[in-house]
């Protein structure tokens, strides 16, 4: 399985994703605490994390299964930057939330 531009702009969209979710996360939201740590937001940026970095995964492997998950992928990633946009801070989120969302949408089935 040859990695094509697209793809390769989905997996870097998808790496960038996961790693400012989890940094987001794990330092500005703790440190801010209050709306930040509410559970059902930060849990909704840990899960960004993680479907961004199975998602990079699953294109990498070529597997067959990676246009559904980056379907599932977009829908996550379009969540988390609508939590997020609600709080101060995380533009920097938002903003790869965003860019996952588009380069996944692109790569769905």
Not at 8 to 26: V, Y
Not at 32 to 59: K, Y
Not at 62 to 74: D, I, N, Q, T, V
Not at 98 to 103: G, I, N, T, V
Request: glycine content about 4%; charged content about 20%; hydrophobic content about 40%.
């Amino acid at each position: 399985m040859e990695i094509t531009s697209a793809m390769q702009d989905c997996i870097d969209a998808c790496d960038n994703c996961h790693q400012a979710c989890l940094q987001t996360a794990l330092t500005h939201c703790l440190e801010m605490g209050g709306r930040h740590v509410e559970p059902n937001h930060f849990r909704l940026m840990l899960d960004c994390a993680a479907i961004c970095e199975m998602s990079a995964n699953m294109q990498l492997s070529g597997s067959r299964f990676s246009p559904k998950l980056c379907a599932l992928c977009a829908d996550i990633c379009h969540a988390c930057a609508l939590s997020c946009l609600e709080l101060d801070g995380m533009e920097e989120c938002v903003r790869a939330c965003e860019a996952c969302e588009h380069s996944c949408h692109q790569m769905q089935a």
